[in-house]
């Protein structure tokens, strides 16, 4: 018998530095049996600094500068964290993540870069724009640029980076408003660029000063209020908006984590990245500091460190000897001067050309290309049997057996049709073997909810769901799981009460299979909690596959109300449609981060806040989940009485990316049999745009049918509550089928 290996060791990474996506790459390239890899982050997207001053100039766009860290992390098969660090306790090896339970790891790569150091200058947190951390200075930039372009611009720091930031200002000022800014760039030493040699900085001065910069060297800067900072020697410059790009601190956190920090707070560590008093701790950047052999806080250093670090990590693991890492003294730094040219200075050496500029873009686009133009294998497709299964053509099978990867999360359930054909068998089949006909459940059975009469008033509603790994954040996944099971009971007109889990974990170490529980299962109690329900037991077992439901038992005093088809009954829904092909094409690595995230958001995000403010109306609903948005909405006319749905395509809310996703041709597993369990009476739309009617969603959203005043009534008061909603269409009485309207 096969079997993958027990997960026996747990490498955790802080951070998405330079040094790290190296690190990823690596390990996606060829994976470590029994590794379990994690990695922690605040944005999805890592920007490459080196490409940063040709972004801000207009010459790279955003997504030309960053790495998916969403698709490298899936790649390396390691879980993604998307949350901030609050803490490192290295003598427990354990970190505090920012609304999470704490969580442990074996092995620790750090990679964070450094923060800006607004402490050095009084004011500067409140009143300057610091560059790093680069996410948070690109969000303030594009801010500043989409309100107005300000003609007065201070850029504290005359190192390499503030001048490659003011010369950038300056050309993007000129190229998108029509005039340069004036800029004025303050150094506290008494030259620009004193880290480089002397001719470095003269060429730099005579680039700044063409493009109308005013260089103010031996200027120490020492407070900063709103529109004006103030010299040490008394003189005040007005400004409208400040840059700040000074020497970067060490993050807050590090200071209580255990480690032995160097005397300005960075991690300290020997030639081989391997933290000086935890050597199960490794760090690289500008977080940490080689005691024997430091390095300027600059890019080119973490770039370089990237293949030190996976190679060490490795032999670690391995319980083989790191080795020492000697950076060069001479690194070769080109300084972009946003004219089509730029300044090479390498040791004493420095020159000026447009052919400097040249080979700086091919450096950058190589660097950046080698963790964005990834591609790995394709899935290896199943043996199709053909003597059994016949010569028809991969295109032509619907059936999800025959996809080479199956769609997890709702999309991993049966087709619809399949399904209601395979419950008239069974029933038929238990029937004719003395099963009691009124135990057997109804025809097709179509909706996920049982309704149970009690002996006192008011019925119990009880649903049962399973889901698989779909998001690799198992946090996420544990509350994914519970709002997902939740949402039958909110269908149903019920509240739930009761809730048992089951959960299957694969084969690992009993710590690590441990706190893969614990992350589990504090994502799905937060959720339950959150609905007043509360977790009354559970089973657990192992596979090799990760799988976790609930079984939730709720209460309702009344049913809901069959709608009187003879008003204009409108379909509320309350979450939009995408996360089926967003996460099918993640799967194939071909969704971007930033698409991911948010429909993790609105996975994780449940049904309870609308079924409140709908209660009272006591509507017909369904959760839109696994059969898509037009079979669940033919179910739900059904039960109200009507046959046809009448859906309005620009009405149908869609989550970023879901039709990028769709153009591209990505479809979940379950789709094309969702669409064949549809009756389509029109064809008023292109099958691209109709085609995320068929998308299978895992915990989606509400389908409510209401008067179309009460509808309307209904969204606003959703709305207010930070709940939006749309009406995507209407029953049809007398029809059957589905009705699309352009």
Request: charged share 20%; aromatic share 4%.
């Amino acid at each position: 018998m096969q079997s993958d290996p027990p997960i026996v060791g747990d490498l955790v990474l802080i951070g998405g530095g330079h040094a790290q996506v190296a690190l990823l790459k690596s390990l996606a390239m060829k994976p470590v049996p029994g590794l379990r890899t994690t990695l922690i982050c605040r944005e999805i997207d890592t920007p490459y600094s080196g490409m940063l001053p040709g972004f801000v100039e207009g010459v790279w766009s955003a997504q030309d500068i960053h790495v998916d860290l969403s698709r490298l992390a899936s790649m390396a098969g390691a879980r993604l964290i998307n949350a901030p660090v609050a803490a490192i306790h290295a003598d427990d090896k354990r970190i505090e993540i920012t609304g999470r339970p704490c969580l442990p790891y074996d092995v620790l790569t750090v990679n964070t870069g450094g923060e800006p150091n607004l402490a050095a200058i009084a004011g500067a947190a409140s009143h300057c724009i610091p560059v790093k951390p680069i996410g948070l200075f690109l969000r303030k930039l594009a801010m500043l640029t989409e309100a107005s372009f300000p003609k007065r611009l201070a850029i504290i720091g005359g190192g390499a980076a503030g001048c490659e930031l003011a010369l950038a200002l300056s050309a993007r000022w000129q190229r998108d408003a029509g005039r340069r800014p004036e800029i004025r760039v303050f150094g506290r030493a008494a030259r620009l660029v004193p880290e480089h040699p002397q001719r470095a900085a003269r060429l730099l001065h005579q680039a700044m000063t063409k493009a109308g910069c005013s260089i103010h060297c031996a200027a120490d800067v020492t407070r900063v209020d709103d529109g004006r900072l103030f010299l040490e020697n008394g003189d005040s410059y007005e400004f409208d908006a400040c840059f700040l790009v000074n020497s970067v601190a060490p993050p807050s956190w590090l200071s209580s984590s255990g480690l032995t920090l160097d005397e300005a707070g960075f991690i300290a560590v020997t030639a081989s990245l391997q933290s000086v008093s935890h050597p199960e701790v490794f760090a690289a950047g500008d977080v940490a500091t080689i005691t024997t052999d430091p390095r300027p806080k600059a890019g080119v250093y973490a770039v370089r460190a990237g293949p030190v670090l996976a190679q060490n990590i490795r032999r670690f693991i391995a319980g083989q000897r790191t080795r020492s890492w000697r950076p060069q003294t001479r690194a070769l730094a080109i300084l972009g001067t946003a004219d089509g040219g730029a300044i090479a200075i390498r040791g004493s050496h420095a020159s000026r050309s447009r052919l400097w500029w040249w080979l700086k873009k091919r450096i950058d686009r190589r660097w950046i290309a080698k963790y964005t133009e990834l591609s790995m294998p394709p899935p290896t497709t199943a043996n199709r049997l053909t003597g059994i299964n016949g010569r028809t053509k991969p295109a032509e099978l619907k059936d999800p057996a025959f996809e080479p990867m199956r769609c997890l999360g709702c999309g991993a359930k049966t087709g619809h049709e399949t399904l209601v054909a395979a419950m008239r068998e069974a029933t038929a089949a238990a029937i004719a073997l003395g099963a009691n006909a009124a135990l057997m459940p109804p025809d097709g059975l179509t909706e996920d909810s049982a309704v149970l009469a009690t002996p006192q008033s008011g019925e119990m509603v009880q649903s049962i769901d399973v889901i698989s790994e779909l998001v690799s954040d198992p946090f996420i996944l544990g509350r994914i799981a519970a709002v997902h099971a939740m949402s039958d009971i909110y269908a149903a007109g019920a509240v739930p009460v009761w809730a048992m889990a089951s959960v299957t974990l694969a084969a690992a170490r009993a710590d690590l299979q441990q706190s893969q529980l614990t992350q589990l299962m504090t994502g799905g109690l937060m959720a339950l909690s959150e609905a007043g329900a509360r977790l009354i037991g559970g089973h657990t077992g192992e596979s090799q596959a990760l799988n976790i439901g609930y079984a939730v038992t709720g209460w309702r005093e009344v049913p809901p109300e069959l709608p009187n088809l003879q008003d204009d009954i409108r379909l509320i829904l309350t979450k939009p449609l995408g996360s089926g092909v967003i996460m099918a094409a993640h799967m194939q690595l071909a969704a971007r981060g930033e698409w991911v995230a948010g429909a993790t958001r609105y996975m994780a995000e449940g049904n309870g806040r609308a079924a409140k403010i709908m209660a009272p109306y006591r509507p017909m609903m369904t959760d839109v989940t696994g059969f898509g948005l037009a079979r669940h909405a033919l179910n739900l006319a059904e039960r109200c009485g009507a046959g046809g749905v009448e859906i309005s395509m620009p009405a149908v809310p869609l989550m970023a990316g879901a039709q990028s996703c769709l153009q591209d041709g990505h479809r979940s597993s379950l789709h094309e049999m969702n669409q064949a369990s549809v009756r389509m009476i029109n064809e008023a739309t292109s099958p691209t745009q109709a085609a995320i009617l068929f998308d299978p969603q895992t915990s989606g959203g509400l389908l409510a049918a209401l008067p179309a005043g009460v509808a309307e009534k209904v969204c606003a008061a959703l709305a207010d509550q930070g709940t939006p909603a749309n009406i995507v269409g209407r029953l049809q009485p007398g029809q059957s089928g589905l009705t699309l309207l352009a």
